[in-house]
């Protein structure tokens, strides 16, 4: 099994800045691909970034130039470094992580963002 635990989401003003943090344990292999999603209040979730094992990254349309996904392998943890957050980033973040070539998705538990005026 898989466990993610993530950290640093809370409240912040718009134009403002936070980082999150997913540390990974349990049989997570080293072929595997770490993201963000997040969910809004009456919204599907919702890819925010994503990253491979080799350091492969895909964004959302929507976080593109504000947004920046990255993993320590050696510490099994991806970070996302959000800048210049917007009211409509505010959403529960989810971290997630796929083995390939399975298609399961393991979740973290979540953590909340507030971006206020």
């Known amino acids: 099994q898989v466990q993610l635990v993530e950290s640093g989401g809370g409240l912040v003003q718009a134009g403002g800045s936070l980082r999150l943090s997913c540390a990974a344990s349990?049989?997570?292999?080293?072929?595997?691909?770490m993201g963000w999603y997040r969910q809004a209040p009456g919204k599907q979730r919702e890819l925010v970034a994503s990253?491979?094992?080799?350091?492969?990254?895909n964004y959302a349309d929507s976080v593109k130039g504000r947004f920046t996904i990255s993993r320590d392998n050696a510490k099994n943890t991806v970070y996302l470094q959000m800048n210049g957050l917007k009211l409509e980033d505010t959403a529960v973040y989810y971290c997630?992580?796929?083995?390939?070539?399975?298609?399961?998705?393991?979740w973290g538990q979540g953590t909340q963002v507030t971006v206020s005026s």
């Open positions: 997630n992580l796929v083995r390939p070539p399975t298609t399961f998705n393991y």
């Open positions: 349990g049989r997570i292999f080293s072929l595997n691909v």
């Open positions: 990253i491979t094992s080799g350091g492969g990254t």
